[in-house]
């Protein structure tokens, strides 16, 4: 057990003791009470409200209460000193032993150090990317891919079971268009020249499906009617697109668990199924939409329609899961997909673009309805990214016709930097990406930052053997100080940013969290510089050179455990 779980445990021991001797009355609910570091540092090491929050309902004064709880936390060996702050908070310090034990303890689980088995016996189903089965990916898709993957990590180090699944939007029109580029690509390969009208895609990729197309049917599909030739097209590009798609997500590090494709979902008549599920329990009923508001459309008319209940669930109007051509909507289909993933997932996450912000409610409303309230289902919106090159927006690729190509951008700049950058921000804020700054040697930027601390802890252990130091034999961990044991504060912090990051769906906080450690790691690095007391690597003084370097390999082994939930690998120098 990590430091801040035990001292929640302490916690509970303490208020189980004032309990026991009828200073609070048993069976108060404890779960918004909380053990985490003071906002000021000077009030010492660790902050708990729990007098804050049990003074009302056990009758007490808070800062009365919180007396109490501070003399029973006050026989912990751990502690050394309590101290009641304001209306009742409580501030502990703790021995520099018991930072000690936590720089040991880091050491010993390794790689293991921030991952818990809390989230165990719960399946998550995150469902990312899906972009529709017709090109390559382009960085409009890699935001949202390196958010959901790296939120499956993040929910993985917490002990649940994840699905990471790919939603293969194969049945509506879009495939239908990408078929009829493909039937002109296939017939370029046959030697004729072709003109590509407005409307379908443009991009080189298709050439190779054409390609292949044309050698294996020959000229059997040219001057076909389209009736002859479509569905044909549309399964065999799909399945092009879809080796393309996986291939360029690989380069970020990306693999998905399942792909569900939409066309095989309505195929199996699920669509039908969830109507069915909800008619029997008046959550569909066929009606009339309002008219829109304003001025009418020409071709409006008032068409009975089978409409979802949603704003039994805080939606602010009804949805028609069918057009009046009897075709799902793509909010039926959806509704049918979501109620698919919530037979095998406990819990749903849906990572979307920002552009589909307005749908939002309704499919919350539709897995409310489906899941009777049973399933947790988040959808976490990841806004656009605008690609600069020194400021300047970047141009189009050729190869796609109209975007920029992830592979193009990873292969330019490498993985880690594309997967680290789009976690330095909150998904849900604009962000910029130049290809300058992203791999500028500096402060300022965070993927450097964090990777020159690792590189720089890999360093030292190279610098000793070529002073020629024995470092073997354990560490002497008391030779360090209280502001060498200030890092390790702050190492202990991780776990419970894992935690905390897990539980809000947050992937970025782990960003956050590396760079804060990596600007303390620095800071320590940068003291040795006016004061050469103060270097890691000291040639006339071995025991404190070990005892310092089983310090910075623990902050090494912490930014590689949170670049391993990023994706990122740790690099051992800087080129």
């Known amino acids: 057990m990590t430091l801040y779980p035990r001292f ?3 916690l509970d021991a303490a208020l189980d003791a004032l309990v026991a001797s009828g200073d609070l009355p048993a069976g108060l609910e404890r779960r918004a009470v909380t053990v985490e570091p003071p906002r000021d540092v000077t009030h010492g090491d660790l902050a708990t409200n729990a007098a804050m ?3 009302k309902p056990a009758g007490s004064n808070p800062r009365a209460l919180a007396e109490k709880i501070a003399a029973e936390l006050e026989k912990i060996d751990a502690v050394s000193s309590v101290s009641v702050a304001g209306p009742g908070f409580i501030n502990m310090s703790l021995t520099d032993g018991t930072w000690r034990d936590e720089l040991a303890a880091i050491h010993t689980a390794g790689d293991a150090y921030g991952r818990s088995q809390g989230g165990a016996g719960v399946t998550v189903n995150i469902e990312y990317v899906s972009a529709n089965p017709t090109g390559p990916m382009h960085m409009g898709h890699c935001r949202g891919a390196v958010v959901g ?3 499956a990590s993040l929910l993985e180090a917490v002990g649940h079971t994840v699905i990471r699944e790919y939603y293969v939007n194969d049945a509506g029109g879009q495939v239908d268009v990408l078929a009829r580029s493909a039937h002109l690509r296939y017939r370029e390969a046959l030697g004729e020249t072709i003109e590509i009208p407005e409307g379908l895609y443009p991009g080189e990729y298709l050439k190779p499906v054409g390609e292949r197309l044309a050698r294996e049917h020959g000229d059997a599909f040219v001057g076909q009617d389209e009736s002859e030739w479509l569905a044909l097209f549309r399964k065999e590009a799909v399945a092009d ?16 668990n399942l792909f569900s494709s939409e066309a095989e979902l309505q195929a ?3 669509p039908e199924e969830a109507e069915a599920w909800l008619r029997a329990r008046d959550l569909i009923y066929d009606g009339v939409l309002e008219a829109p508001k304003g001025e009418l459309p020409d071709d409006w008319e008032p068409v009975e329609l089978p409409l979802f209940r949603s704003t039994k ?11 009046s051509n009897g075709q799902w909507t793509y909010f039926g289909a959806d509704m049918a997909y979501h109620f698919q993933k919530a037979q095998s997932a406990d819990q749903l996450i849906d990572i979307w673009g920002a552009d589909h912000a307005g749908t939002v409610k309704r499919i919350v409303a539709a897995v409310t309805a489906l899941t009777e309230g049973k399933t947790r289902f988040d959808v976490k919106l990841v806004q656009m990214v605008r690609l600069l090159r020194a400021g300047e927006p970047v141009k189009m690729s050729k190869r796609s016709g109209n975007f920029v190509t992830l592979a193009d951008v990873v292969q330019e700049v490498g993985k880690d930097v594309v997967r680290f950058t789009m976690l330095t921000r909150k998904a849900d804020a604009q962000m910029d990406f130049d290809f300058a700054k992203v791999v500028e040697a500096s402060k300022d930027n965070p993927v450097f930052y964090v990777q020159y601390a690792h590189a720089r802890v890999a360093s030292l252990h190279r610098r000793a053997a070529d002073a020629g130091l024995d470092l073997s034999g354990d560490a002497d961990l008391s030779l360090l100080d209280t502001r060498e044991l200030a890092l390790v504060k702050l190492a202990a912090q991780y776990p419970r940013v894992v935690e905390g990051a897990a539980a809000a769906r947050e992937p970025h906080r782990i960003a956050f969290y590396l760079y804060d450690l990596a600007a303390e ?9 006016d004061d050469p007391s103060r270097r890691f690597i000291l040639p006339d003084n071995v025991p404190l050179t070990r005892a310092r370097l089983s310090l910075a390999d623990a902050i090494g082994q912490v930014v590689r455990n949170g670049l391993n939930i990023m994706g990122v690998e740790a690099v051992q120098e800087l080129s």
């Open 8 to 10: 929640a445990a302490h």
């Open 521 to 529: 790691f620095h800071a320590w690095w940068n003291m040795g510089n």
């Open 149 to 151: 993957d790296a939120l």
């Open 241 to 256: 697109m879809l080796v393309m798609i996986r291939s360029d997500l690989a380069l970020l590090g990306i693999h998905h």
């Open 53 to 55: 929050v049990l003074a």
């Open 268 to 270: 199996a008549g699920k």
């Open 313 to 323: 669930f805080g939606d602010d109007q009804d949805r028609p899961i069918k057009k």
